[in-house]
């Protein structure tokens, strides 16, 4: 696949997400172009997650990582509500918590 998203390539990580390691999967050419951190970690020289293919993010939340995996892929901010929430109340903090994410990462 090619285009905006660029060579994808056949390489998936996986990523476990919260405390409850919710396994979300991203081809691992599309996370590396996301950051220097993904970057250094899935090196195949770098971290031990580049050797295994597969990261432990506890402290994040899996809609959070969610939205971030569907941005790289669509160009696109999508779903911003949290799942445990009513409908309409949580976008704001969600915006937040999502900026965050980025700023971490």
Known sequence: M????????DELV????????KKL???KNLICRSGDFFKAAFR?????EGAENKMDLPEDK???FQVF??????AQVRNLQNPTEEAGSGCNLAIIELH???DKY
């Open 2 to 9: 090619a285009g905006r998203l660029g060579d994808l390539g």
């Open 14 to 21: 996986h990523i476990f997400v919260g405390p409850e390691r």
């Open 25 to 27: 999967s991203i081809h």
């Open 44 to 48: 195949d020289n770098g971290f031990k």
């Open 62 to 64: 899996p809609y959070i």
């Open 69 to 74: 995996v569907t941005w790289m892929y669509t």
């Open 100 to 102: 965050i994410f980025a």
